[in-house]
């Protein structure tokens, strides 16, 4: 069986679970917690070069990068595939994918460490910072998106890494205290609504449940 490294609450490690659940694909799960040096393996330095999280292991292939992996996945096991071959949404797919890097860079990531690591290290949060990220930066990635989405999917007639990306970021999103307003963002909040209510997202959030207990983190939002 496939092994995954990482842990739920991260995005990247998310947006694999996702990938394998819709291709129906069991995994096990080995936490690793970049941040917290225990839960790191004796080989985590060849595992991950960079030392982020996701790496899966299959067979022989031990593979870091959530976008690496689900290509991968694609590739090896084409059931339920989940980047469109049309080259136009091809393209698109991936687009949307790297875009939600940028937004994970960022958006999450300064926010994870200002509401999430900055208190647990006892180290006071940088305010200015907060105010610039949700301000100027959070509304800049979901502008752009309200204006892409069009329906249910965001390329094609499926779920692709596209969707897997949008909905992997939003809910770590949710999780940190922020939402996608209906009033100023109709389409997007339909659509994230929309991907909450699909099955591989549902089995998705009631795993990661005991994750979000221990970490104080709100599920109601989603899932109401
Ligand atoms: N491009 C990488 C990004 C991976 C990434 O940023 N992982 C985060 C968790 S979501 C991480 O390991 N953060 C730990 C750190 O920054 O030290 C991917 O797609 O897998």
């Known amino acids: 069986m496939m092994k995954l490294y990482g842990v739920p609450l991260s995005v990247h490690t998310r947006k694999v679970q996702l990938g394998l659940r819709a291709k129906g694909l069991d995994h096990t799960l080995r936490v690793v917690i970049p941040i917290a040096p225990d839960t790191l393996p004796e080989n985590w330095k060849t595992l991950s070069p960079t030392g982020l999280i996701p790496v899966i292991e299959d067979g022989d292939l031990s593979l870091p990068d959530s976008g690496a992996i689900l290509q991968y996945l694609d590739a090896k096991y084409p059931n339920t595939p989940l980047t469109p071959t049309d080259p136009e949404q091809r393209g698109r797919a991936i687009w949307f994918e790297a875009y939600l890097g940028a937004f994970f860079r960022d958006v999450l990531h300064p926010l994870f460490h200002q509401r999430v690591v900055a208190p647990m290290q006892g180290a006071v949060a940088d305010d200015a910072l907060m105010e610039r990220v949700l301000t100027e930066r959070a509304p800049r990635y979901l502008d752009y998106l309200e204006g892409q989405v069009d329906g249910d999917w965001l390329v094609g007639d499926a779920l692709s890494v596209a969707d897997i990306a949008v909905g992997a970021n939003l809910v770590l999103f949710s999780y940190l205290g922020e939402t996608v307003p209906a009033a100023r963002y109709p389409a997007l ?36």
Do not use: C, N
């Not at 909040?189 to 990661?208: C, G, K, M």
């Open 189 to 224: 909040s339909t659509y994230f609504r929309h991907l909450l209510r699909l099955p591989v997202f549902i089995a998705q959030l009631a795993d990661e449940k005991p994750f979000t207990a221990q970490m104080g983190f709100s599920q109601e939002s989603l899932t109401a």
